[in-house]
């Protein structure tokens, strides 16, 4: 990985944690074979962990919520011709070439998302194919699915300009994403290598202190109410 042409940026990567080092240590492992991780380090942004984290670029993000810690990456981490990789710790890496891919993907200057998610059956209505990839056409309502947040990246020509709505406690963040780079930016977001990646916690540590249910409707509500939904 890494700029092969002009025209391919370093991917870096930005994950929040929260204790649950055994998921963190498992992605580094894995991560570790596929990248050089000195010249393409792995951002860790430790969200207030029981114990002190051990892991090398990790940054204290305290107190924040999603949205705030990924624009504090944004601001302080990601340079201006980097692609930039957002990811839980909760994810098995299944695909030896999951971040090199994404990278290629990224060089379509039609492009402004990509996430290796798992494609759902009942998305299929909300896609469309070009040639071999499958683009995802954000939907309304806003509720209807989508490539979901625990693994997606957008190149410099979104970052520069985008910022994730930090009203958001929790959802919605990766839909409002989606929605910009679709509606107003005139990109595509597209949900290719559907096999690159597994879930394997069913939720995510960053949310475990959350009321989601309460969260989750409040955040539709700002989502609803940024987009004229209502």
Same mark, same amino acid.
């Given at each position: 990985?890494?700029?092969?042409?002009?025209? +391919? !940026?370093? %991917?870096?990567?930005?994950?929040?944690?929260?204790?649950?080092?055994?998921? $963190? =240590?498992?992605? /580094?492992?894995?991560?570790?074979?596929?990248?050089?991780?000195?010249?393409?380090?792995?951002?860790?942004?430790?969200?207030?962990?029981?114990?002190?984290?051990?892991?090398?670029?990790?940054?204290?993000?305290?107190?924040?919520?999603?949205?705030?810690?990924?624009?504090?990456?944004?601001?302080?981490?990601?340079?201006?011709?980097?692609?930039?990789?957002?990811?839980?710790?909760? +994810? !098995?890496? %299944?695909?030896?070439?999951?971040?090199?891919?994404?990278?290629?993907?990224? $060089? =379509?200057?039609? /492009?402004?998302?990509?996430?290796?998610?798992?494609?759902?059956?009942?998305?299929?209505?909300?896609?469309?194919?070009?040639?071999?990839?499958?683009?995802?056409?954000?939907?309304?309502?806003?509720?209807?699915?989508?490539?979901?947040?625990?693994?997606?990246?957008?190149?410099?020509?979104?970052?520069?300009?985008?910022?994730?709505?930090?009203?958001?406690?929790?959802?919605?963040?990766?839909?409002?994403?989606?929605?910009?780079?679709?509606?107003?930016?005139?990109?595509?977001? $597209?949900?290719?290598?559907?096999?690159?990646?597994?879930?394997?916690?069913?939720?995510?540590?960053?949310?475990?202190?959350?009321?989601?249910?309460?969260?989750?409707?409040?955040?539709?509500?700002?989502?609803?109410?940024?987009?004229?939904?209502?």
């Amino acid at each position: 990985m890494g700029s092969r042409t002009g025209e +391919i !940026r370093d %991917v870096i990567i930005v994950m929040p944690v929260k204790d649950r080092d055994d998921m $963190t =240590d498992q992605f /580094i492992d894995r991560y570790s074979q596929q990248v050089d991780c000195e010249a393409h380090p792995l951002h860790i942004l430790d969200n207030g962990s029981t114990e002190p984290p051990r892991w090398m670029h990790v940054h204290d993000t305290a107190g924040l919520n999603i949205h705030q810690q990924w624009n504090w990456a944004l601001d302080h981490l990601v340079r201006p011709i980097d692609n930039v990789c957002f990811v839980n710790n909760d +994810i !098995r890496l %299944v695909d030896d070439h999951t971040f090199g891919a994404l990278e290629e993907v990224l $060089t =379509d200057m039609s /492009i402004g998302v990509v996430s290796p998610n798992h494609g759902h059956p009942t998305h299929a209505a909300m896609q469309q194919r070009s040639g071999s990839r499958v683009l995802y056409v954000p939907p309304a309502p806003a509720d209807a699915g989508g490539p979901a947040g625990f693994c997606f990246a957008v190149p410099p020509r979104v970052h520069h300009r985008f910022r994730f709505h930090e009203p958001f406690q929790w959802w919605f963040g990766d839909t409002d994403l989606f929605w910009t780079v679709h509606y107003l930016y005139g990109l595509h977001c $597209t949900v290719d290598m559907a096999t690159g990646i597994e879930h394997i916690d069913g939720g995510s540590q960053s949310s475990k202190h959350l009321d989601l249910a309460d969260v989750t409707a409040a955040d539709r509500v700002l989502f609803e109410q940024k987009w004229r939904l209502t």
